[in-house]
């Protein structure tokens, strides 16, 4: 079965840092591209950065450039975030699909994480 697992969520206080994990079950990441994405209850799923695997090429939304690091092997892809803000505050996914533009929207991608929550103190 194919499946991303997801780690590393959890509470900081406003400046802190995470590094969020998400390893392959069932396949690895060749070819693949993958984008972490975060959303908030009640508001809609937002992009947050994106890597391919296979020549490294990345992607940041503005928000977290600067802040947020991508990175990632055939096996698992991570998501440094430093230096965080209240408004980083979500539930963060992974997802995997292959052979998409490091630009890709949400909906593009096929296999999801089970998400991992981040909180964000003042």
């Known amino acids: 079965e194919v499946q991303l697992v997801e780690s590393g969520g959890g509470s900081v206080q406003a400046g802190g840092s995470l590094r969020l994990s998400c390893s392959a079950s069932?396949?690895?990441?060749?070819?693949?591209?993958i984008g972490w994405f975060r959303q908030v209850p009640g508001k809609a799923r937002e992009g947050v950065a994106c890597i391919s695997i296979n020549d490294g090429d990345t992607y940041y939304e503005d928000y977290v450039k600067g802040r947020f690091y991508i990175s990632g092997d055939k096996t698992t892809a991570y998501l440094q975030m430093n230096n965080l803000k209240p408004e980083d505050a979500a539930f963060y996914y992974c997802?995997?699909?292959?052979?998409?533009?490091?630009?890709?929207?949400?909906?593009?991608?096929?296999?999801w994480g089970q998400g991992t929550q981040v909180t964000v103190s003042p």
């Open positions: 069932g396949f690895t990441f060749d070819d693949y591209t």
């Open positions: 997802a995997a699909e292959p052979y998409l533009p490091v630009t890709a929207s949400w909906f593009r991608f096929g296999t």
